[in-house]
């Protein structure tokens, strides 16, 4: 091979080799792998033992209960005001768990409370919010009901008794928006488990925990010693920091 024939491959050689260095210089890095994305806490939801529909990360450090009544506005005004700083802060971060627990105070708070129950603990959360939501909307034809109206909601079997509630009050209407069957509804007011846990529930809030109104809540067992929000967020916080 001649001399200029041998620079001539030699050049070539370290311009390929030079052109590869640059193109491996300039090449985009492999994309890191995903971290899995956080646990949705809030949409863990199961019943447990006594028929209370719980929120949350199981091992959580607080667990939250509330003792609720469908015709409580304050219990409404607390639905409202909790559900978005409550979940974020709170329920989604695994940091409390909480613990819906029904306190039935006469057939029409009955009828809500078997209405939010159609669909199980995970249709559970948007019928609570939507009942609450339009409280003062049904609340108000319960008000304005003649004597011969609420003495008939005090006659027959509880299925029956819901039945002309949630027709009168436009509580049934309500949940055919959220696309339940009026067959679907019938049977969850005739649902005899869920009207004993009801009752259940309500039993053990007067005769074990000592409630006496509507909401009253308890953070690990102790009462908070408040039943609002924001003020709630105090011994939450408190106990999350706690021992």
């Known amino acids: 091979?001649?001399?200029?024939?041998?620079?001539?491959?030699?050049?070539?050689?370290?311009?390929?080799?030079?052109?590869?260095?640059?193109?491996?210089?300039?090449?985009?890095?492999?994309?890191?792998?995903?971290?899995?994305?956080?646990?949705?806490?809030?949409?863990?939801?199961?019943?447990?033992?006594?028929?209370?529909?719980?929120?949350?990360?199981p091992k959580a450090k607080v667990r939250l209960v509330e003792y609720f009544s469908y015709t409580c506005s304050h219990c409404a005004d607390f639905t409202r005001l909790s559900a978005v700083p409550l979940k974020s802060l709170y329920i989604d971060k695994g940091l409390v768990v909480f613990e819906y627990r029904n306190l039935v105070r006469d057939p029409v708070d009955m009828t809500a409370a078997l209405l939010a129950r159609c669909g199980g603990a995970k249709a559970f959360a948007g019928n609570h919010q939507a009942i609450f939501g339009a409280q003062k909307t049904w609340l108000t034809k319960v008000q304005k009901a003649t004597e011969a109206q609420i003495k008939s909601w005090y006659q027959g079997g509880l299925g029956e008794r819901a039945k002309k509630i949630a027709t009168y009050t436009g509580l049934g209407a309500l949940m055919r928006t959220r696309g339940y069957t009026q067959a679907q509804l019938d049977i969850c007011m005739d649902d005899a488990i869920a009207q004993t846990e009801l009752e259940g529930m309500t039993n053990l809030a007067f005769n074990a925990d000592g409630v006496r109104g509507t909401p009253t809540f308890f953070i690990n067992g102790r009462e908070a010693g408040t039943n609002q929000w924001p003020a709630l967020k105090t011994p939450l916080d408190a106990a999350i920091k706690g021992p």
Do not use: C, E
């Open 1 to 57: 091979m001649s001399v200029t024939r041998t620079r001539l491959v030699r050049r070539a050689a370290i311009g390929t080799l030079a052109v590869t260095a640059l193109a491996l210089l300039g090449a985009t890095p492999p994309p890191k792998p995903a971290k899995p994305a956080a646990p949705r806490w809030s949409a863990t939801v199961s019943a447990n033992d006594i028929g209370a529909f719980v929120v949350g990360n």
